[in-house]
């Protein structure tokens, strides 16, 4: 098994610009998450997914857009980019409400100039 | 609502000497508690993870963690500190029986160095 895989790695955008970060696990993972780490904030959870079709917000939802259209994928979109958004991305995902593990992709540097 | 506190955003040990961060949580019910390790340019991966069995929990890499209902903590220990052991560190706090790991609330990290 791959895990969980992201695309990019690294990013850089100009503000106002749109952009789609990949995420994709091969576990089957029902539930799956974004989260965005900066300095001295630990991780905070931007949008989460319980099921295909099912997507809900999390703490810092504004400014982007998550769809769940199949189990494997689960893209996070920047509308309208801004230096604000600067920060890594980790995308997550768990079997089930059970196991309470999530495992974690290896991140999308972002920023935003 | 869950939050945690972690206390020391930077720790210094020496190699073989004992490591303890500390974390602190806040739950209206019953919490399931996880620590994370995150080394440089990675993302993270689970240590360790209480969800209302033993209190005693171990994990890997030998550290371990004790879930103190009494003091709201859940301290991460390990006996002789490696060089390897240099990461930083989540606590993350997850509400029992109300959702869970798709939604976790972690502490703001805990940088340990490990001094030869």
């Known amino acids: 098994n791959a895990g969980v895989t992201q695309t990019p790695k690294f990013q850089v955008l100009k503000t106002g610009q749109s952009m789609t970060l990949q995420c994709a696990q091969d576990m089957n993972h029902e539930y799956m998450s974004w989260y965005r780490q900066d300095p001295g904030m630990g991780l905070r959870l931007i949008h989460y997914s319980v099921g295909a079709g099912i997507t809900d917000q999390g703490e810092v939802p504004n400014g982007y857009n998550v769809s769940r259209s199949t189990t494997e994928d689960f893209p996070l979109r920047l509308l309208s980019a801004a230096p604000s958004q600067t920060s890594v991305y980790f995308c997550?995902?768990?079997?089930?409400?059970?196991?309470?593990?999530?495992?974690f992709g290896p991140g999308t540097r972002l920023t935003v100039t | 609502a869950q939050s945690v506190t972690q206390l020391g955003s930077h720790v210094s040990v020496s190699e073989g000497a004992l490591v303890l961060l500390r974390c602190n949580y806040s739950?209206?019910?019953?919490?399931?508690l996880f620590w994370y390790v995150q080394y440089p340019n990675q993302g993270l991966q689970l240590l360790l993870k209480y969800t209302s069995a033993a209190t005693l929990v171990k994990g890997i890499n030998g550290f371990e963690a004790e879930f103190k209902k009494s003091e709201t903590s859940f301290h991460l220990t390990k006996p002789s500190a490696h060089m390897s052991d240099a990461a930083e560190y989540f606590c993350?706090?997850?509400?029992?029986?109300?959702?869970?790991?798709?939604?976790?609330?972690f502490g703001k990290g805990t940088k340990l160095t490990v001094n030869p």
């Open positions: 997550a995902s768990s079997y089930n409400r059970v196991t309470y593990e999530q495992y």
């Open positions: 993350a706090v997850s509400p029992a029986f109300q959702g869970g790991s798709e939604k976790l609330v």
């Open positions: 739950s209206s019910v019953p919490p399931y």
